[in-house]
C-alpha cells in the first residue's frame, strides 16, 4: 500500500490536500488548498536492540500484522523528544520485561521507498526476567548457531543479526 495516497484531509483545517512539486530536484509534497499547509511525511525512527542472555540471544515472535509470527529484535518506534538510547531500553524493557545497557551502536538501516529508518543497539542485560507483552507470540532466546534465518521478519532484523554474529563476512551489509 502506499501510504502517501492515505492522507486527504489538512490537520489544521480540513482542506483537500493536493499533491504539489515545491522545489525542482525534491519529491512532491501535500499541500493544503485552503491554508497551503505543506505536510511533510517524514521517515520513522526505530530502535532495536540485540542483546545476549546466557541462554542466547533475545528475540521476539510478532504478533501483529506483517511478519505474523516471524521473529524480530525488539525494537519499536523512537517518541519525539526521547534519545534514541531511551527509546531502544524502554521499547526492549516493554517488549521483553529485561533491562538493558548500550554497549554500542551496531547498526542503521533505510530503504528505498521506506518511512522506516532503523537504529540497531547491541546492548547488555542488566535485570529484569523474561515477560512477553501483548505484542509477542513468544519470547525466546537463540544461540548464535541456532537462529531461525528462515522465520525472520525483516531484511534488517537478517542484517543486523548476521553483522552482530559475523562481522568479518558481512562488510555488504554493513
Ligand atoms: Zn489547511
Redesign the pocket.
Known amino acids: 500500500m502506499n501510504k502517501k495516497s492515505i492522507y486527504k484531509f489538512?490537520p489544521?483545517?480540513k482542506?483537500d490536500f493536493v499533491k504539489k512539486r515545491l522545489i525542482h530536484h525534491e519529491p512532491e509534497r501535500l499541500v493544503?488548498k485552503?491554508?497551503e499547509?505543506i505536510f511533510y511525511l517524514d521517515p520513522k525512527l526505530v530502535a532495536c536492540t540485540i542483546a545476549e542472555t546466557i541462554n542466547g540471544i533475545v528475540l521476539q515472535r510478532r504478533n501483529k500484522e506483517p511478519k505474523k509470527g516471524h521473529w524480530v529484535l525488539p525494537g519499536g518506534f523512537v517518541d519525539r523528544g526521547e534519545t534514541l538510547e531511551d527509546a531502544a531500553k524502554r521499547e526492549f524493557f516493554e517488549e521483553t520485561g529485561l533491562v538493558t545497557k548500550i554497549n554500542s551502536l551496531l547498526g542503521t538501516y533505510s530503504y528505498p521507498g521506506e518511512a522506516n529508518i532503523i537504529i540497531v543497539y547491541h546492548s547488555e542485560i542488566t535485570g529484569g526476567t523474561i515477560q512477553p507483552c501483548h505484542e509477542s507470540m513468544s519470547i525466546d532466546e537463540f544461540k548464535k548457531n541456532k537462529i531461525p534465518w528462515d522465520q525472520l521478519a525483516f531484511d534488517t532484523t537478517r542484517k543486523a543479526l548476521k553483522k552482530y554474529i559475523d562481522p568479518i563476512l558481512t562488510p555488504s551489509e554493513k
Open positions: 489538512c489544521l483545517c482542506g493544503c485552503s491554508c499547509f
